[in-house]
């Protein structure tokens, strides 16, 4: 697309462009809900600011309005092309580094991150140390902490909530077979501790066969993440957590996580185990290698 040179714009074209924008934001002004109308001549305003900061065309504009349509087609109950638009912009890290300020008390409080679209209501419950996998292929990883307060107090019954792709790079609800893998809930015990089997996380593109691959492919950006292991924890009185822990050492994260979702403090070590090397639980790997990893989480209070 060829970039348009800055034009010279009259003050009678300055002043007709004002007066529509002045029209549109008066528009709202009977608006009863105080936020909502704060939103809404927001929005309006940077949108026409934009537009005039850029002269955009009316090819430009219907192309922009073929591409919403497209990410509309294409989503569905188990495919939402407009968060995966809000991921790769920023918007949904921007959002979230609004809504979880930093907390700090004995230990600070663990960062947040994306939620992705890929979260499932009602994943099956696990015992500690049960396994996630459900049957998905990759190598088997332990993954072991505590859940604690931002004064080092242990959070008992916080329910930890993980899902993960599988070792191709896809999620359970991205196959057509109704399967459930890469995700279970479970719940600290009355130390706040909490463990389970999952698999060592790998690097995948995020869907890429829509506009917002198209998208990316356009402007030179990989659609690839870097390795990573959701989670969502919640405890009562505290602020709920979603992140995801991420593998030292992957090649993508110097790249560049195609959803700005890397944080330092959430990058961890997953040690390789050789094989027959004993498990935490005794289980039988039938000679494999595996991993194992530490994520100790500190839940913020829901108020502060």
């Known amino acids: 697309m060829t970039t348009h040179p800055a034009p010279t714009i009259s003050p009678e074209q300055t002043a007709v462009e004002q007066e529509l924008l002045d029209t549109v934001l008066a528009s709202f002004d009977k608006t009863e809900d105080p936020r909502l109308k704060q939103l809404m001549q927001a929005l309006t305003r940077h949108l026409h600011n934009f537009l005039r ?7 430009e504009w219907n192309t922009g309005i073929e591409f919403l349509t497209a990410a509309g087609h294409i989503t569905d109950d188990k495919r939402q092309e407009f ?6 912009l920023g918007a949904s890290m921007q959002t979230i580094a609004i809504n979880n300020p930093a907390h700090t008390g004995t230990a600070p409080a663990t960062e ?3 939620f992705g679209p890929f979260f499932v209501q009602d994943a099956p419950e696990i015992p ?9 292929h990759g190598q088997p ?5 505590t859940v604690t307060d931002t004064d080092g107090n242990p959070l008992p019954g916080a329910r930890i909530e993980v899902w993960e792709a599988d070792e191709d790079g896809f999620y359970d609800v991205q196959y057509t077979d109704d399967r459930v893998a890469g995700r279970a809930h479970l719940y600290a015990d009355h130390e706040g501790k909490y463990a389970f089997w999952a698999l060592t996380p790998t690097p995948y593109p995020i869907p890429h066969d829509g506009p917002v691959g198209k998208m990316l492919e356009a402007v030179g950006r990989s659609p690839v993440r870097a390795s990573h292991l959701h989670f969502m924890v919640t405890a009562e009185g505290q602020r709920t957590l979603v992140t995801h822990i991420f593998v030292k050492g992957d090649p993508q994260i110097e790249i560049g996580d195609s959803v700005f979702g890397v944080k330092d403090s959430l990058v961890k070590h997953f040690d390789t185990q050789a094989p027959g090397t004993p498990t935490p639980d005794g289980r039988n790997l039938n000679n494999q290698t595996w991993t194992r990893t530490r994520f100790d989480i500190t839940l913020a209070p829901a108020k502060i």
Do not use: P
């Open 112 to 114: 947040a991150t994306v």
């Open 128 to 136: 500690i140390g049960g396994d996630i996998a459900g049957g998905a």
């Open 83 to 88: 968060v995966l638009l809000s991921d790769v």
């Open 141 to 145: 990883c332990w993954v072991e902490g």
């Open 53 to 59: 900061e850029v002269r955009l065309t009316e090819e």
